[in-house]
């Protein structure tokens, strides 16, 4: 699963890149693939581009190993996957286990990729492009905040007892949003950013007056015994935004496996040495109780609203 040495062919006494050209890469390809290492010989040793060789080649390539999952909402440049908690959207590593991709490139090819990231443990609606030319739009769409995305939230507590500020349009540089006009809810607004702990925790967020402004708007909806569950909708794309500004308020979301733990009891999860029931009584949850909503946004002249049939 995942990266392995894959035989792509032979080398008749002449340059690697000329080699692979023959075989069918382009020439930048060809280059790139050699610069990173990934064409090797018969006994694994990595090959240089313009080295001359005879003999069988080598590639590492990513093998896909899809198990049927298919999107639930499909263009002809587009689709959207429902992620189940515990995928990863993208390959991690030389040996990485099933993730989005598995799926992705065997349904679309290689040029598909997603247009935006979901942690591992979130499940929810997962933006698609199937061509480069899509990607580079969608991604835009994301990267300008022309992209309203919706998440449900369970968190630990009586959020109503938290004290939040109630949010006001006309005071919010974010008022040309349309939906904000009529938003009924509160508003998170602390800056973020990357914490100080190193390797498990190294993705570990931290509220920081001189980070990256992050804004966060939430809509309680049900208030459950010892829990509530909450709509989000965050206005900026920082990592762990909404872990970490419901954290901050002092309403973990459920099953979170970095934010209100010790170091050693994040280690345990992420090296998955704690079990199921000693992590539910931790955390509230075996898995974090976040789940990607919905979707809206316009696109080629379309105007799209996509929400998932689940909650989490």
Known sequence: MGYELVKIGFAKNERVFSALNRLGFSMKKAQNLCDKGRILDSSARALAKNELFSGELFMIDYICYPKGLKPVFETDDFAVFDKPSGICSHPNGRNSPYNMYDEIW???????????????????????????????????????????????????????SAGLRQFCAEN????????????????????????????????????????????????????????????????????????????SVGHTILGDPLYNLEKSDIERILDNKMSEPERVAKTGAKRLMLHAKGLVFDFRGQHYEIFSAREF
């Open 172 to 247: 919010e540089f974010f008022g040309k949003l349309e939906f904000l006009s009529d938003f009924k809810g509160f508003v998170i607004d602390k800056s973020m950013s990357l914490g100080p702990l190193a390797g498990h925790t190294k993705q570990k967020m931290q509220i920081n007056p001189k980070g990256k402004r992050a804004v966060t708007l939430l809509r309680i909806l049900e208030f459950l015994e010892n829990s509530t569950l909450v709509e989000c909708y965050p206005l900026t794309g920082r990592q762990h935004q909404i872990r970490l500004h419901l954290h």
């Open 106 to 160: 065997h349904l679309y090819g290689r040029d598909a990729c997603v247009a935006h990231r979901l942690d591992a443990e979130t499940s929810g609606l997962l933006l698609v492009a199937k061509s480069k030319n899509s990607a580079k739009e969608l991604k835009a769409l994301f990267e300008e905040r022309k992209v309203l995305k919706s998440y449900l939230a369970l968190v630990r507590g009586d959020l109503r």
